[in-house]
């Protein structure tokens, strides 16, 4: 053969590849056939947007961990719950959806479902799941649920929810982000469809997008394939080798940020500038005997309730902070905070929390210094107010 040739066929991977504690990263669009008859078979990978073995072998970690019959990646966790709704909706249905639920779902439910003719209703996540359910009209076809609620982090009885629901032949689903699918399994409790932005816990180091639904049951699992396939999603191989090594070391991570995030939440309590501290998981809470039922543990993420100020001392509050980023995300190793009350003006059903609202992300920092911290800021505050 002309060295052109040999060129192009020199490379090729060896046979058997050698055993790695990983699998191996598949960088691919074309995959090669093993002959004619399957270039158009549906049992074999026929294109690397489908997903290899890199891809494959994260949804196989997530669908042991959530007990799930197939698990679908997306490219971020926003993609993830886009493309689950796109997966069961359709023009005509009705989809109801938690008051509390993250902004840019809100938006796309605002912005996109409604432009497509499905019917978009929120709802308080305190009504009675009988009440919820029972008030749901003959069109609707998804209960949308995220428990605890972005941002102030309201409690519902998910599973209670989706046994009414199943009765109506009502499909219902959840953003189980906070709970990472370890600390919270919406499946086990009857839920159709658990979704996460793996972007936050699962990744855990600020550095990767990704996001996942897994499905109930094999129908539901074929329909979200089908979602990604007609719109053309895919996520890289080196990302998902990225989420599976952070898959790893969810469980350990998931414990010492907790245990942090649970240290910080009581000292907050007890300070005389903090009206209140919602944490699901802290004694006393509204949502703590839901917690305590359903969940193993507690996730790092909470909103703390300033004493009445304006806006300049919250954001002083906020300013004065050094080892808390200013930052949307979390999840990761660090600790981040962000201001919440203007993300509240949108929601149907506002509540008076008892002051300017706050959401902070424990890392992996000693609690000792984040406290040393929140309690500088906390100064700057109590002089800001005045």
């Known amino acids: 053969m002309d060295d052109k040739t040999r060129l192009i066929r020199a490379g090729a991977a060896p046979e058997p590849l050698a055993r790695t504690v990983g699998p191996p990263i598949q960088r691919g669009s074309t995959v090669l056939m093993p002959y ?4 158009y078979s549906h ?46 909706l359709q023009a005509g249905d009705e989809i109801l959806v938690a ?20 019917g978009v209703e929120y709802f308080d996540p305190a009504a009675p799941p009988e009440q919820l359910v029972g008030e749901a009209s003959a069109a609707t076809r998804l209960i949308l649920m995220e428990s ?14 989706a046994e009414l629901a199943r009765a109506r032949r009502i499909l219902t689903a959840c953003d189980n982000t906070w709970g990472a699918g370890y600390l919270y399994r919406p499946l086990e409790h009857g839920v159709d469809l658990s979704i996460q932005a793996l972007t936050k816990y699962v990744g ?3 550095d990767v997008f990704m996001g996942s639904a897994a499905g109930r049951d ?7 394939n089908d979602g990604v396939l007609h719109m053309g999603w895919a996520v ?10 952070g898959l790893r070391t969810l469980p350990a991570r998931l414990a ?36 305590k039922r359903d969940f193993c543990g507690a996730a790092s993420l909470f909103s703390i309730a300033l004493k009445p100020g304006p806006e300049p001392a919250v954001d002083a509050f906020l300013d004065a902070l050094e080892l808390f980023g200013l930052g949307f995300s979390w999840g990761g190793f660090e600790s981040l905070a962000i201001s919440v009350d203007p993300q509240l003006k949108a929601r149907r059903f506002p509540k008076d929390y008892g002051g300017p609202l706050v959401r902070l992300h424990v890392g992996l920092e000693e609690p000792a210094d984040l406290i040393a911290d929140l309690r500088s800021a906390l100064d700057v505050y109590a002089d800001a107010v005045g």
């Open 99 to 118: 008051d509390t639920i993250y902004a840019p779902t809100r938006r796309f439910c605002d912005h996109v479902l409604k432009r497509y003719g499905v």
């Open 256 to 291: 010492q940020q907790g245990a942090n995030g649970l240290a910080v939440a009581a000292w907050l309590k007890s300070q005389p500038e903090i009206a209140a501290v919602y944490h699901p998981a802290l004694p006393g809470d509204l949502g703590y005997d839901l917690w």
């Open 36 to 39: 004619a008859g399957s270039l």
């Open 236 to 245: 890289s191989p080196d990302d998902a080798y990225m989420m599976l090594r």
């Open 43 to 88: 049992a074999l990978p026929t294109y690397g947007r489908q997903g290899l073995a890199t891809q494959a072998a994260l949804q196989d970690a997530l669908a042991t961990m959530e007990h799930a019959h197939g698990v679908t990646l997306y490219p971020s966790g926003l993609a993830a719950l886009t493309g689950a709704l796109l997966a069961v």
């Open 218 to 224: 094999a129908a539901l699992g074929r329909k979200l």
């Open 148 to 161: 605890p609620g972005s941002l102030s982090m309201e409690m519902q009885d998910v599973g209670r929810v």
């Open 204 to 206: 855990g180091h600020s």
